[in-house]
C-alpha cells in the first residue's frame, strides 16, 4: 500500500464519531490525546442503520485542532497537516497489527491536539509514533 491517506482512512460517520468520544478508551502523550474505539462486525452494523456504508476501512482516524487551543485558522490548519503526515507516514504497523486480530473489523481513532502553541514536526511525527505503539500494545493485550 502507497503513502496516501484515502476518504475510507477517514472518520466522517456521525454513528462513529459520537461513540467513539463516549465509550472510546483514551492514551495521552503530550501535545496529542489518542481516543480509539475497537469494533467487531456486528458492532459495526449495529452503528448504521441500513448497513455498513462503502468504504469504511480497517482503521478510520479523525485529527482535531480545537480553537479553544489554536485561535487563529492558519495554525489550526498547520498543526492539522503535521498530524495528518505523521500519521500517513507510521500507521502501517498500526493497520497490520488491526487486519491481524481476528474479530477486530475495524479501530476507531481520534486524534485531538492539546497544546497552546505549534510544535515542530518532528516532535509530533515521534509523539505520534509512540501513541501507535501504545495502542498496538493494549489492542494486542485485548486478544
Given at each position: 500500500?502507497?503513502?496516501?491517506?484515502?476518504k475510507s482512512e477517514k472518520l466522517r460517520h456521525?454513528?462513529?464519531?459520537?461513540?467513539?468520544?463516549?465509550?472510546?478508551?483514551?492514551?495521552?502523550?503530550?501535545?496529542?490525546?489518542?481516543?480509539?474505539?475497537?469494533?467487531?462486525?456486528?458492532?459495526?452494523?449495529?452503528?448504521?442503520?441500513?448497513?455498513?456504508?462503502?468504504?469504511?476501512?480497517?482503521?478510520?482516524?479523525?485529527?482535531?485542532?480545537?480553537?479553544?487551543?489554536?485561535?487563529?485558522?492558519?495554525?489550526?490548519?498547520?498543526?492539522?497537516?503535521?498530524?495528518?503526515?505523521?500519521?500517513?507516514?507510521?500507521?502501517?504497523?498500526?493497520?497490520?497489527?488491526?487486519?491481524?486480530?481476528?474479530?477486530?473489523?475495524?479501530?476507531?481513532?481520534?486524534?485531538?491536539?492539546?497544546?497552546?502553541?505549534?510544535?515542530?514536526?518532528?516532535?509530533?511525527?515521534?509523539?505520534?509514533?509512540?501513541?501507535?505503539?501504545?495502542?498496538?500494545?493494549?489492542?494486542?493485550?485485548?486478544?
Amino acid at each position: 500500500m502507497e503513502n496516501s491517506f484515502p476518504k475510507s482512512e477517514k472518520l466522517r460517520h456521525k454513528s462513529l464519531v459520537d461513540p467513539l468520544f463516549r465509550e472510546g478508551k483514551s492514551i495521552f502523550e503530550y501535545p496529542l490525546r489518542m481516543v480509539w474505539r475497537p469494533l467487531t462486525a456486528a458492532q459495526l452494523e449495529g452503528s448504521f442503520k441500513v448497513g455498513v456504508p462503502e468504504g469504511v476501512a480497517p482503521l478510520q482516524v479523525m485529527i482535531t485542532v480545537p480553537k479553544k487551543k489554536r485561535r487563529h485558522a492558519v495554525d489550526r490548519v498547520l498543526m492539522r497537516r503535521r498530524i495528518r503526515e505523521g500519521w500517513r507516514l507510521q500507521r502501517r504497523a498500526l493497520r497490520a497489527a488491526v487486519e491481524a486480530h481476528p474479530e477486530l473489523r475495524t479501530l476507531s481513532v481520534g486524534l485531538i491536539y492539546v497544546a497552546d502553541e505549534n510544535i515542530e514536526s518532528a516532535r509530533v511525527h515521534a509523539r505520534i509514533g509512540k501513541l501507535i505503539a501504545k495502542l498496538i500494545q493494549q489492542i494486542s493485550s485485548h486478544e
